[in-house]
């Protein structure tokens, strides 16, 4: 399986401000994903990263305020804009197992854990 | 209805039971389901990955998945404290209908009692 990272691992932030997510994976993998994880909720995917094309989004969430880069094939970061307490949540990148596809399965890092003030 | 449900319990259970988590699902197009563990402060980590109905078992843990009620299951044989976790189901479809996001369940939280 993959080896993810995440920085910063967690952060408290003030209402208004932005703060970007790097995930960092130790080989190279096409597809990334963003998830958000809300107490009491399910892992919900924000979207899909294909390296040298825009990020898919899922519906609800939307390019200016979650913009994500992918410039390489071990790299991608999230970014969280004009904060508000619901953005309070863990972010979690994920990237596509053995097959290449996210029908095989997703490996997750360890989560960044954000609080808005 | 959600498409996936799962009781989020908390599950307490004294070592050595046999752990039972479900999950329901309503979209008859699943056919790829995993089971991941998630320690406090941690990502979830994939513990068991099926495909399409039957058992899988791996070790202590065996898989199930019945597509004709839409229910999978995870058992835990001879729990420890260890396995203290969170325990989330995730299903998507075929790939055959390209790549479709993993839907995943709330979760459930187990505690094992030494």
């Known amino acids: 399986s993959a080896v993810i990272s995440q920085k910063p691992s967690r952060d408290i932030c003030q209402r208004g401000t932005s703060l970007t997510i790097q995930c960092q994976v130790d080989?190279?993998?096409?597809?990334m994903f963003w998830y958000r994880q809300q107490p009491g909720q399910s892992l919900t995917l924000i979207a899909t990263a294909n390296q040298g094309s825009e990020a898919t989004y899922e519906s609800g969430f939307v390019i200016d305020k979650f913009p994500i880069s992918r410039p390489n094939l071990t790299f991608s970061t999230l970014t969280v804009s004009n904060m508000s307490p619901e953005d309070s949540s863990i972010y979690l990148c994920?990237?596509?197992?053995?097959?290449?596809?996210?029908?095989?399965?997703?490996?997750f890092g360890p989560g960044t854990r954000l609080t808005v003030l | 209805q959600k498409e996936v449900e799962q009781d989020p319990g908390p599950l307490s259970v004294p070592e050595g039971a046999i752990v039972s988590l479900n999950c329901t699902y309503s979209n008859s197009a699943f056919q790829y389901f995993m089971w991941y563990r998630q320690y406090s402060r941690k990502g979830p980590e994939l513990l068991m990955y099926t495909y399409s109905s039957g058992n899988k078992e791996d070790g202590r843990f065996t898989a199930q998945v019945d597509k004709s009620s839409k229910y999978i299951s995870l058992f835990i044989r001879d729990s420890q404290p260890s396995d203290s976790a969170t325990y989330l189901c995730a299903m998507t479809g075929s790939v055959l209908s390209g790549n479709t996001p993993l839907v995943f369940g709330k979760g459930t939280r187990l505690s094992v009692i030494a």
């Open positions: 994920s990237v596509e197992g053995r097959g290449g596809t996210s029908t095989d399965t997703q490996y």
């Open positions: 080989s190279q993998v096409t597809m």
